[in-house]
């Protein structure tokens, strides 16, 4: 891979250099009239003032739906959002007699609107203000684990008292590294209905095989309807509730796109790193991702292995393996990405010229000597960093051991006061972790979980002495064959592979906790106290690094400011809006993949049987070739998907994708493969986001899975 | 498979159907001026006329290499062909202390120019003259067997006396399935010599995994010199041979190609099936195909279960199994790309149309008659074809059965006057077949062969009884354990798997032979009369074919001509002229292939691995970036292949690409994947052939291992 990188010489470089930052950008909607003269030689039609504040319309129209983003699309509460999003809610209504799935699902009419599983979620974001002063108010001449408990009591007192509010949820979020905080405040809507889905074969065509792949030929959307109680406030399902009056919602555009138009895009993007450091960068590309994934493999291998020799076995951690092999595949794709796009160079020539900048700024030595610390802080993290990789594993691979040491966790915090207890240990938590342990009998097997912490604690015995915890030594053992044994005992002598078992430990009062003689809950008894004191670790170092970073991001900002730019923070979930065109990709030498795609595709791919396996209706309607008014005029047939170079990431599945005026022209739901990496580098030859095409689920809405009820609701003709 | 032709609906068709018949054509020279109109409107500058006599400048410099092509580039005698043409030279020249393969070879001047193999040959078209009336002259009123031997006869005669002239080479050529019969004539160079090759990883960069693939990027050329005695005339290999003097030779082009360029294309394409029937397209898709890739997929399971357990044996049988995978792989592209195109319809549709057309002629009675009776002889052949396709393939697939086969065959034959004997077992074959006798050893191995010959004769029995021959149920029995017990017998009394064995009863007199108790050369005496009576029917159908097959070529000629359109023979291994365009590829929805490949694309494949091991001589060239005159003015960087829809088959290897002026633009070397089912139907959206640009070669030779004087010679700066 070196080669690839070293080789390219000028003259073959690419037209488009990493380096350039065309189009790159997730964007706080406060910022958009700072760059508007960008935004509007792009080619965006309206006032960039209109787009600044997201609590107001058009940008009030975008919502979080779980993890991912919607948009309303009527004024009484009609909302947009992938197939693959609300995929819950379609499974949740689905069952041997109606199998929505499979089938899809038409709402007849408003009676027909089938209610959502009762945990999920729709919020619309009312308040979003900075707090920067009210959470570091308490941070003066603090460092390490106090500037970080500073700032988490700060930041959990702000949350308190916003969530009083009935039907707020709130939370604190920090944006460019700790420059500044922010309170967000959403309205969260508890009756959220399902009205229209196409069946799986068309908003999953393609499933696994075409997962992060270009040409894509997918129909993922599905439309909700968001309702409240009769007294406009977000309710649980009731029969009497009604659709609820949004804050703004989106228009449908009447013409589709083209190769090179503009479009934008908002939503909630969820993380991503591309303020880290040049030596952050290095330590991803030749330590973490590589690293990790050697780890994965084993863990693949273990839980293939087991699964051969016991079939029962291999269908409990069917998830488990699943999931281990997409995070192999994202990883091995992001890891291809940053050497492709020789992203450590690109970053490293980058800061370079920031530092050297701020070095002739007058005053700047104060910002300088924080700069340096932060790298300091930053290059001490590698000297534990395979232990903290794999004693870290040990809890989300495994279900009785995480149980035992979430247990004894939860036995420290409960003895604080709720606002000084851990993150995801409060009061509010306790509901989730019981259903934890609660699923962990269906995927739990003792053979299995002790041959995966076989395989990590294996690697952490071949660690130098060093990187050693006693604590996991003692209970662990030095050797293979130690541990071997130890494991056979521990788990010989636990009752927590019993449901009741563990829930009674998770209810048990301090006293009854601790007379337990459970092996499992002893060892993670005696675990404890290094796995608080490496959180100890962790937290004084998180304190100093938010403390520290920021005077890098400054130096950035005032850098990028001299040369005419603007610097746009890290993803956290917030709402964000990018903006760009409809672009072809040229994924190597010689091969151009087109910018949209049509039903040609969906013919071609089409086997009959899954993944490939388009409904009846759909071929018919193909063959029929009745596409009225949603032609495409260039390619003289039906748009399904297109391609962009905005900039997403995960968390913007379906984002509304909108055109120059402001219209919806089609909703985001995947990246390329190339572009696994943009959660660290943007890199224009290759970061694209995947979009339905609004003519095709225009289409479908109307000749092929008819509802013109709710065409008539979108304003459309 | 069925949808993706039945579905495709008008509205959605490619803008290119398939029935369009454009840039199709592998044109006999003398045909060229009837299309000389095309061609100009094509592209072409110079006059069709010139182009008319492929034994007079500038198509005499096309010449004949192996069962490739390759030509003339210089008036002593510089030959350019493909380095797969050539391989077999450079691997003659090659060992352990100078290996030329990995290499390369740069001849520093004449006198370091390496002997090819003694057996490689040259061959220089001299003559090419219609012989179809001395041909026909004694087929009048005759049918069947005996209008085949009349052909057969006249045709060897005419090879016979050709042959007299010293130094040629002669053969019989039949046009449009027995419509016109041509003589070939000649001129066999024996002594050529290795001048230049670039490394393997240069010539070969992708080797199997690139093979069919565009885009590509090999260095795929070679050159070569071509010697004759001190007399002129051919001569094998001598020290004071003297070069060559062509009757003609290519110029090179100063500028290169780009998208969209006229084309053209000269050389010795195979065999292409295109003006088949419709019931052969459907039997070639519906049973031929498929039966044939399933029987050869057992072969190559019988093989690999025989490697498992043997290692030995698996090196033995390498090159079979690698036989095997190769046809395995070809049939099924064929398949694919037959299924693909809907070619069955689209020949019916076409064939339809001749014949209606020809039903409106006056006095076609004749004529019509004659394509029914072929119709009624093309299904009969259904009868049998199961058991030939099998009993067809037992000499191939065996070694040992193989030889037995062909030394009773020898014995009848030998029984004959020289001009009477079969094709292939005449004294001018006897040296090979003895060749062939030797190399057995290598490839042998018993406990395979019976395996083999078990697959086979298993799917015999299971045919029905209609299809059995006496001969090969009394030699193998009728149920697999008698199958079983027949074959051990025989191999455990067999001789001749000793060399010099064989080599004596090729050798020995009918008299010895028939003294001979050898058990397989006994099975094959037994079987002998079923293959001769076997062979007899195929010749009797054979010439029938030949005699009632023209009456639908010239209806189709005929109706073209109506149509203002020509119609070129199937392929046939003679010269051909092919002209086109260079053209993208739209492989599928949204995907298109350039149709010029640069160095870009060798570093973005480049593992540091075979294949993908680019010399570094090469890596450092790309990362110096000194293309110079070769750079091309479109990409900035240096191209390396280029795809046209020119038409091509298997033999087109090495063809020489000319631009409109005639120059030299690039070296044909490959087609595309999707094109596997061109030797049946020329679909001009899949279509493509593949060239090595000559800007590369120039390049090559220019910068990265350095040939000046060859430069020179070439009449390049």
Not at 116 to 141: E, W
Not at 333 to 346: F, H, K
Not at 425 to 436: H, I, K, P, V
Not at 471 to 485: H, I, K, N, W, Y
Request: one cysteine or more; a neutral charge.
């Amino acid at each position: 891979m070196r080669l690839k990188t070293l080789l390219i010489p000028a003259a073959v470089a690419m037209a488009c250099p990493a380096t350039v930052l065309a189009d790159e950008g997730m964007w706080m909607p406060s910022q958009l009239p700072t760059i508007g003269k960008q935004l509007r030689e792009a080619g965006y039609l309206g006032d960039p003032a209109d787009l600044a504040d997201l609590t107001k319309p058009p940008l009030s129209a975008v919502v979080k739906v779980g993890g991912a983003t919607g948009a309303f699309v009527s004024n009484e509460g009609l909302v947009l959002t992938n197939h693959h999003v609300a995929f819950g809610v379609i499974q949740y209504n689905s069952n041997a007699q109606r199998d929505l799935i499979e089938n899809g699902y038409v709402a007849a009419d408003r009676t027909q609107e089938l209610p959502a599983n009762p945990d999920f979620r729709l919020r619309v974001t009312t308040g979003f203000d900075k707090v920067t002063d009210q959470v570091l108010a308490d941070t003066h001449g603090k460092t390490g684990r106090a500037f970080y408990d500073a700032v988490d009591a700060a930041g959990k007192q702000l949350v308190a008292d916003c969530e009083r509010e009935p039907g707020m949820r709130c939370s604190l979020v920090n944006m460019f590294y700790g420059s500044d905080y922010y309170l967000v405040k959403q309205l969260e809507l508890r009756d959220v209905r399902l009205v229209y889905a196409p069946p799986r074969a068309i908003g999953n065509y393609g499933d696994e095989v075409d997962n992060f792949v270009w040409p894509r030929h997918s129909g993922d959307f599905t439309v909700l309807r968001a309702y409240v109680g009769p007294d406009g406030k977000p309710a649980a399902y009731a029969k009497e509730n009604k659709p609820y009056t949004p804050p703004a919602h989106l228009q449908v555009a009447s013409e589709g796109v083209k190769q090179g138009d503009f479009v934008m895009l908002a939503g909630y993007p969820g993380v991503t790193y591309r303020h880290r450091t040049a030596a952050e960068f290095a330590d991803q590309i030749e330590w973490r991702l590589p690293t990790t994934v050697a780890v994965l493999k084993q863990l693949q291998g273990v839980i293939e292995a087991g699964g051969e020799r016991d079939h029962a076995a291999s269908i409990r951690y069917a998830a488990q393996l699943q999931s281990l092999k997409n995070s192999i595949k994202r990883f091995s794709g992001e890891l291809e990405g940053l050497q492709r796009s020789d992203a450590v160079t690109t970053r490293r020539e980058d800061e370079t010229a920031v530092l050297d900048w701020l070095r002739h700024q007058p005053d700047s030595q104060h910002e300088q000597a924080a700069i340096e610390q932060a790298a300091l802080l930053i290059a001490a993290g590698k000297d534990a960093r395979d232990r903290d990789l794999l004693l870290g594993l040990l809890g989300p691979q495994s279900q009785l051991m995480r149980a035992a040491l979430m247990i004894e966790r939860l036995d420290v915090e409960r003895a604080k006061p709720d606002a000084a207890r851990e993150t995801g240990y409060q009061q509010r938590d306790e509901e989730l972790l019981a259903s934890q342990l609660r699923q962990i009998s269906r995927r739990y097997d003792p053979t299995m979980e002790k041959a995966l912490l076989t395989a990590l604690l294996h690697r952490y015995q071949q660690l130098p002495a060093a990187q050693h915890v006693p604590e996991f030594d003692e209970v662990f053992g030095r050797t293979p064959a130690a541990l071997s044994s130890a494991l056979d005992s521990i788990y010989a002598a636990t009752r927590m592979g019993d449901e009741a078992e563990r829930l009674r430990l998770f209810k048990a009062s301090q006293e009854v906790l601790r007379s337990s003689d459970d092996a499992l809950l002893l060892a993670a008894r005696k675990l404890q106290p290094a796995l608080l004191r490496m959180d100890e670790q962790r937290k004084a170092r998180e304190g100093d690094l938010l403390r520290l970073r920021p005077s890098y991001m400054k130096a950035l900002m005032a850098y990028r400011q001299t040369q005419g730019g603007a610097v746009y923070p890290d993803a956290n979930s917030t709402l964000r809006v990018s903006y760009g065109k409809v672009t072809p990709l040229i994924a190597r030498d010689a091969v151009t993949y087109g910018p949209l795609t049509s039903v040609v595709g969906i013919v071609e791919k089409n086997t009959g049987k899954p993944p490939f396996d388009a409904p009846q209706p759909l071929l018919a309607a193909i063959h029929k070739g009745d596409f009225g008014r949603y032609i495409d005029p260039v390619s003289k047939t039906m748009p399904v998907n297109f391609l962009s170079n905005l900039d997403t990431t995960g968390g913007n599945s379906g984002s509304p994708v909108l055109n120059a005026r402001g219209e919806l022209v089609g909703l985001n739901f995947d990246s390329n493969w190339e572009a696994v990496s943009a959660s660290w580098m943007y890199d224009p030859r290759y970061k694209r986001a995947i979009h339905v095409d609004m003519r095709y689920m225009r289409w479908l809405m109307d000749k092929v899975y008819p509802a013109p009820q709710l065409l008539k609701e979108l304003g459309v003709p």
